[in-house]
């Protein structure tokens, strides 16, 4: 007969954070359910086990006692890329992928885009409420005060080529902080973690800024602090010869939507970067700096930038069919489209698509816009993206208005991380403050050979492997004459 053994997990007892544990717990038919605990029967043993049910989760934990014998590990769960996994408690952002929700703090994003300013957003983030007038007023101090970087930091950047990509530069520069401020690794202390706080918000446009300058070799321009964060930014960016320089309003506030817009998304690939990395408890210039290099990758952060570039090999509507044929047939993705979470429009491309109306009356309209929105329609109408629930993410529309708005294509994963650090740095200050958090290490199931003797060299048998071939490879173009044409291109080495 089949014998049952109580779980218990510890933790089980932990408050309940999230809105789903407050609600009494249903069924799918929405009647109520007894016990919220899941009874698992091993087959191999006959066992059965009950496991706690917290917040619509089971702890993989409490998955481990459940063995054949004495000599087993015990269970484990699989889940590569996290698909179904929750890796903490968190309140800070909610979404509901189904419905296209989007949160921060309770908030709606809808709501903070219309009324909210990024430095308002930030705050909102960091500390879980919005400000009064005298705490703004404060914080907003605090980061202006931090706004400037060592002068040492212009030659840094200055030894990056300059055809450097600027995400590269901003990536290498905000990990360099970590030297410029080795204070920042007292990460217990409160008072430090509030100060790296307002550093990373306050810098990051600034080294975002001079990567661009150097990229353009033009003279870099220091922060003025009269202007609003969003207009400091376009100072740093575009000031020229003129005294003292003056933001059209209409830019202003863009910018200013897309940071709100930008600023938190809970556990994306970045945030998580910033959590892993940050739970070996380094300085939160290291762990940014990690966080970033995620958010670089063409599926994360990187999309607007290769949505543009999809755009323009488009080129015209009628070439669309022919594009969609070939994402369909898996000849590349339909860069700007689909999600982990949304299966829904992006709450985010809706309002990014109204605020790219509103640019294009200043700027004229970018022409991109136009294959966009065609694109779209006849997406939104195939089987293939119906039936994955594929819709706009936050990338689709907004390179469109960066680029009318006069960024090069480079800066877009830039214009992402500058507002993504408030959500990185409420993302550690969460973690670091979790008494249930430890340092991120996942298992792993073992697919290669067990104990096996060393060969000496001369007795080894010969094998292929995937490095002679790479080899062979490389060594082709590493010998391959340097071009010395005026290409972009033409200063890189091979060494
Ligand atoms: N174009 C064509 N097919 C797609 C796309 C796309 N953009 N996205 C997903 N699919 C297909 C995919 O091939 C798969 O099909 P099948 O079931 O037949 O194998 C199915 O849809 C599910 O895709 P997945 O790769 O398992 O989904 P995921 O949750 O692992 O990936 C994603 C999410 C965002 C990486 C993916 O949708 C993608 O690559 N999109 C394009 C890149 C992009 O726009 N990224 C920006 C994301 S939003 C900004 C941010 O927060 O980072």
């Given at each position: 007969m089949?014998?049952?053994?109580?779980?218990r997990?510890?933790?089980?007892?932990?408050?309940?954070?999230?809105?789903?544990?407050?609600?009494?717990?249903?069924?799918?038919?929405?009647?109520?359910?007894?016990?919220?605990?899941?009874?698992?029967?091993?087959?191999?043993?006959?066992?059965?086990?009950?496991?706690?049910?917290?917040?619509?989760?089971?702890?993989?934990?409490?998955?481990?006692?459940?063995?054949?014998?004495?000599?087993?590990?015990?269970?484990?769960?699989?889940?590569?890329?996290?698909?179904?996994?929750?890796?903490?408690?968190?309140?800070?952002?909610?979404?509901?992928?189904?419905?296209?929700?989007?949160?921060?703090?309770?908030?709606?994003?809808?709501?903070?885009?219309?009324?909210?300013?990024?430095?308002?957003?930030?705050?909102?983030?960091?500390?879980?409420?919005?400000?009064?007038?005298?705490?703004?007023?404060?914080?907003?101090r605090?980061?202006?005060?931090?706004?400037?970087?060592?002068?040492?930091?212009?030659?840094?950047?200055?030894?990056?080529?300059?055809?450097?990509?600027?995400?590269?530069?901003?990536?290498?520069?905000?990990?360099?902080?970590?030297?410029?401020?080795?204070?920042?690794?007292?990460?217990?202390?409160?008072?430090?973690r509030?100060?790296?706080?307002?550093?990373?918000?306050a810098?990051?446009?600034?080294?975002?800024?001079?990567?661009?300058?150097?990229?353009?070799?033009?003279?870099?321009?220091?922060?003025?602090?009269?202007?609003?964060?969003?207009?400091?930014?376009?100072?740093?960016?575009?000031?020229?010869?003129?005294?003292?320089?003056?933001?059209?309003?209409?830019?202003?506030?863009?910018?200013?939507?897309?940071?709100?817009?930008?600023a938190?998304?809970?556990?994306?690939?970045?945030?998580?970067?910033?959590?892993?990395?940050?739970?070996?408890?380094?300085?939160?210039?290291?762990?940014?700096?990690?966080?970033?290099?995620a958010?670089?990758?063409?599926?994360?952060?990187?999309?607007?930038?290769?949505?543009?570039?999809?755009?323009?090999?488009?080129?015209?509507?009628?070439?669309?069919?022919?594009?969609?044929?070939?994402?369909?047939?898996?000849?590349?993705?339909?860069?700007?489209?689909g999600?982990?979470?949304?299966?829904?429009?992006?709450?985010?491309?809706?309002?990014?698509?109204?605020?790219?109306?509103e640019?294009?009356?200043?700027?004229?309209?970018?022409?991109?816009?136009?294959?966009?929105?065609?694109?779209?329609?006849?997406?939104?109408?195939?089987?293939y993206?119906?039936?994955?629930?594929?819709?706009?993410?936050?990338?689709?529309?907004?390179?469109?208005?960066?680029?009318?708005?006069?960024?090069?294509?480079?800066?877009?994963?830039?214009?992402?991380?500058?507002?993504?650090?408030?959500?990185?740095?409420?993302?550690?200050?969460?973690?670091?403050?979790?008494?249930?958090?430890?340092?991120?290490?996942?298992?792993?199931?073992y697919?290669?050979?067990?104990?096996?003797?060393?060969?000496?060299?001369?007795?080894?048998?010969?094998?292929?492997?995937?490095?002679?071939?790479?080899?062979?490879?490389?060594r082709?173009?590493?010998?391959?004459?340097?071009?010395?044409?005026?290409?972009?291109?033409?200063?890189?080495?091979?060494?």
């Amino acid at each position: 007969m089949a014998t049952r053994t109580p779980i218990r997990s510890k933790k089980a007892a932990a408050k309940p954070a999230s809105r789903a544990a407050a609600k009494t717990p249903t069924s799918k038919n929405g009647a109520s359910v007894k016990a919220a605990s899941l009874t698992v029967t091993d087959n191999r043993t006959g066992k059965s086990y009950d496991i706690p049910i917290n917040d619509g989760t089971v702890r993989a934990m409490d998955f481990r006692q459940i063995r054949v014998d004495s000599d087993d590990f015990g269970l484990m769960t699989y889940d590569p890329a996290f698909t179904n996994t929750a890796s903490c408690r968190s309140a800070i952002t909610y979404i509901d992928g189904e419905k296209g929700i989007l949160e921060y703090r309770g908030y709606p994003i809808e709501q903070l885009a219309e009324k909210s300013t990024y430095l308002e957003t930030a705050y909102l983030l960091v500390y879980g409420e919005l400000p009064d007038a005298t705490q703004l007023d404060q914080w907003t101090r605090d980061i202006k005060y931090s706004t400037m970087v060592h002068e040492n930091i212009k030659k840094f950047i200055d030894g990056f080529n300059y055809d450097s990509h600027p995400m590269g530069m901003l990536i290498g520069t905000v990990g360099a902080f970590s030297t410029y401020y080795p204070d920042a690794k007292h990460i217990d202390d409160p008072a430090s973690r509030e100060l790296q706080t307002w550093r990373l918000i306050a810098k990051m446009p600034t080294i975002a800024a001079f990567a661009y300058r150097h990229s353009r070799g033009l003279p870099f321009v220091y922060p003025d602090n009269d202007l609003s964060f969003a207009g400091n930014f376009l100072n740093m960016l575009w000031k020229m010869s003129e005294a003292k320089y003056k933001p059209d309003p209409v830019l202003e506030r863009a910018i200013e939507v897309l940071f709100i817009l930008h600023a938190d998304h809970e556990q994306n690939c970045s945030a998580n970067a910033m959590r892993a990395v940050g739970s070996s408890r380094p300085d939160p210039f290291s762990a940014t700096a990690a966080a970033a290099a995620a958010l670089y990758g063409p599926l994360h952060g990187g999309a607007n930038e290769e949505v543009l570039l999809m755009l323009e090999k488009i080129g015209d509507k009628k070439r669309i069919p022919e594009f969609i044929k070939k994402f369909k047939a898996g000849e590349g993705r339909l860069m700007g489209f689909g999600h982990r979470v949304y299966k829904n429009y992006d709450p985010r491309a809706k309002i990014i698509k109204r605020t790219a109306e509103e640019v294009f009356d200043l700027t004229g309209r970018n022409p991109l816009i136009d294959i966009a929105m065609e694109l779209e329609r006849i997406a939104l109408e195939d089987e293939y993206f119906i039936s994955r629930k594929l819709y706009p993410n936050v990338d689709f529309y907004s390179g469109i208005i960066y680029q009318a708005l006069g960024f090069p294509v480079e800066m877009f994963p830039v214009l992402f991380a500058i507002p993504r650090t408030a959500g990185w740095i409420a993302q550690w200050r969460e973690m670091i403050t979790d008494p249930e958090q430890k340092i991120a290490r996942p298992r792993q199931i073992y697919t290669g050979n067990r104990t096996r003797k060393y060969t000496p060299i001369g007795r080894r048998p010969r094998h292929d492997s995937a490095h002679d071939e790479a080899n062979h490879q490389h060594r082709a173009v590493r010998l391959a004459p340097m071009p010395f044409a005026s290409g972009k291109r033409a200063a890189r080495t091979r060494f």
